[in-house]
């Protein structure tokens, strides 16, 4: 069966949707965030004690909650894909499939405007998630997570995962999307999540400060939005937390403390001196 054919077999049917989205969730989650446990806190973990952002290792029963609560986030994921064909199949998405209907430019042009927008989302939901009424009963169970593992990804209550899963059709009402665009977003953001919540830092040291590439959010930064709740609500760039003077004020210091690279053992042994290294003049 061709793949656009097995693509519509499966949209014909909301319950097949379902599943098939549920799957698709499901797997993603498996493949990022168990590659990520079982790199850096299996095979990796000795080598890469230099760059745990928190000390300690997540408890066995804050990984159970983590995987119990994506497991439900994936059913509500799954559920508005259902609602999402739904309203294409009635015309009102503009969901489509094939990329010579807007050409190429437009859909790498589109992939960078489902980001952004997504961005721009993420912040602000997520900012008004911690208002006290809404973060005392939704993303406070987020939040249990103080030395997040990468099963936290998406270890949400059910109404913060309907919060983050709506913005795509919400989109696709006003902005042509093509299926691959949904999907290459899909993996971004999967990959930022899971390494927002990895514990590790990957990235190399000065990249934080970097003029061009600290507009890209490191580990360290929502690492820190775990820690200390009430700054770094950003999830890709560091575009809407430095407009609204969020970030934590520390934030760059905590970046390089945790990427400094190692001293080498006559750096250990004989610091570099600091002093004037003149001969002191004899007293006559």
């Known amino acids: 069966m061709p793949l656009t054919d097995a693509i519509e077999h499966v949209l014909a049917d909301p319950w097949r949707v379902f599943f098939a989205g549920y ?3 499901f797997l993603r989650y498996l493949v990022l965030a168990g590659g990520a446990w079982v790199l850096f806190y299996v095979l990796f973990r000795r080598a890469m004690t230099a760059r745990k952002i928190q000390p300690g290792r997540p408890a066995a029963t804050q990984i159970r909650r983590e995987v119990a609560l994506s497991v ?4 509500i994921f799954a559920a508005v894909g259902v609602l999402t064909v739904a309203l294409q199949r009635r015309g009102w998405l503009m969901l489509y499939y094939n ?12 992939l960078v405007a489902l980001v952004l927008i997504h961005d721009a989302w993420f912040y602000w939901t997520h900012r008004l998630m911690h208002w006290r009424p809404l973060f005392r009963h939704v993303h406070a169970v987020h939040h249990r997570s103080h030395n997040p593992s990468p099963w936290a990804a998406f270890s949400f209550h059910p109404v913060e995962a309907l919060i983050h899963a709506i913005v795509f059709p919400l989109v696709v009402i006003v902005m042509p999307v093509h299926l691959y665009v949904a ?3 899909l993996l971004y953001m ?3 999540n899971v390494g927002g919540h990895l514990g590790y830092e990957l990235l190399p040291h000065g990249f934080a400060r970097h003029r061009l590439l600290g507009w890209h959010n490191t580990t360290v930064h929502h690492d820190m939005h775990h820690s200390h ?3 770094n609500f950003s999830l890709y760039f560091n575009l809407w937390d430095r407009l609204m003077g969020t970030n934590h004020a520390d934030y760059l210091d905590a970046v390089d403390a945790v990427t ?7 750096e250990v042994l004989c610091p570099a001196h600091t002093d004037d290294p003149s001969p002191t003049r004899a007293a006559s």
């Open 23 to 25: 799957a698709i969730h």
């Open 72 to 75: 439900i986030s994936f059913a």
């Open 99 to 110: 990329v010579n209907d807007y050409g190429w430019g437009y859909f790498a042009l589109s």
């Open 183 to 185: 999907g290459l977003w």
């Open 190 to 192: 999967t990959i930022m």
């Open 229 to 231: 709740v009430g700054c």
């Open 260 to 266: 400094e690279p190692p001293r080498t053992p006559e």
